[in-house]
């Protein structure tokens, strides 16, 4: 297994709810290995759940992968998923009582939950993908790049019209948009 997943890997706890249950045996790294490609460099994993499926949240240089495993009933299963940077409007971190915190990774028309999260890890996680995110638009940094950042305040703005937002969270996510020009 290549070395930037694995120390993620051992770098990222379990998370147990209040009746010490885990629920984060999701995707080995072993299979997420062979998944994600050799050019790109591994700078978080979070393991979680989403719905009643364990995930683990990957960050890349280039993007997020998310990597769904059924814990409950083995048919259920949504796969693999693989988020640009691009598309991704806002990641914010919430806190749930007896589900550790949530991370909402918001594009255009669609927002990923991922819960069951140890609450300091998914703060790093949260603060890595931003920083790859911003590293990443800066790397792409030209008419392209600066047209693509009015279609995501566009897009934010849609949301925010549409009740999917809060004024807070839109007022947060524009501002990280507009800091990135």
């Not at 995707?27 to 995930?55: G, H, S, Y």
């Not at 991922?114 to 911003?134: G, N, P, Q």
């Amino acid at each position: 297994m290549r070395d930037d997943l694995r120390k993620a890997w051992e770098a990222s706890p379990e998370f147990k709810d209040r009746s010490n249950m885990n629920f984060t045996q999701g995707t080995p790294p072993e299979e997420m290995d062979t998944l994600i490609p050799q050019d790109e460099t591994v700078l978080c994993v979070i393991r979680a759940r989403q719905l009643a499926l364990n995930a683990n949240a990957v960050v890349t240089d280039k993007c997020i992968y998310i990597f769904r495993k059924a814990f409950l009933y083995k048919k259920i299963s949504k796969g693999n998923e693989t988020i640009p940077f691009s598309t991704i409007t806002g990641i914010t971190v919430g806190r749930v009582l007896s589900r550790g915190v949530v991370i909402s990774i918001t594009r255009a028309g669609n927002t990923d939950i991922i819960d069951y999260c140890d609450a300091a890890h998914a703060e790093k996680w949260v603060s890595v993908a931003r920083e790859a995110m911003s590293k990443a638009s800066k790397a792409g940094a030209g008419p392209s790049a600066q047209l693509d950042k009015v279609d995501q305040l566009s897009r934010l703005k849609d949301l925010f019209d549409s009740g999917v937002l809060t004024e807070a969270e839109f007022l947060e996510m524009k501002k990280n948009i507009i800091s990135s020009l």
